[in-house]
């Protein structure tokens, strides 16, 4: 996937997958040269092919520096999700993409 803006550089996600067509990557690209900026990798699926582990990296508090923003944990019943737990501690700037958790004490987040 490539998209760019008048006057700044052309960015590009490029998409890895595992045998049975789930996504397991997006690394980042800028002017075509690779970048943790960015990138997000998927970890684990469950049996019904749900993600249950997935990770994104992306800006913090310091201009241009890139941590990982969000370590997540996704539980489900079946295929409802349930809960998500997010692990990642690192300081975010206003403006980051994140996943933003509620409570780690609620049993069930989603119904």
Do not use: C, M, R
């Given at each position: 996937m490539t998209w760019w803006y008048k006057g700044d550089v052309e960015r590009?996600?490029?998409?890895?997958?595992?045998?049975l067509l789930r996504i397991i990557s997006a690394d980042y690209f800028e002017n075509g040269t690779a970048s943790d900026k960015f990138k997000v990798s998927v970890v684990s699926y469950?049996?019904?092919?749900?993600i249950t582990q997935l990770k994104r990296?992306?800006?913090?508090?310091?201009?241009?520096?890139?941590?990982?923003?969000?370590?997540?944990?996704?539980?489900?019943?079946g295929n409802q999700l349930?809960?998500?737990?997010d692990?990642?501690?690192?300081?975010l700037y206003?403006?980051?993409?994140?996943?933003?958790?509620?409570?780690?004490?609620?049993?069930?987040?989603?119904?």
């Open positions: 590009n996600y490029n998409f890895s997958y595992d045998n469950d049996k019904h092919g749900n990296w992306g800006k913090s508090t310091s201009s241009n520096v890139f941590y990982l923003i969000d370590d997540l944990s996704l539980s489900y019943d349930v809960k998500v737990q692990s990642a501690t690192d300081p206003a403006g980051t993409f994140n996943f933003v958790k509620d409570s780690d004490a609620v049993a069930t987040e989603y119904i």
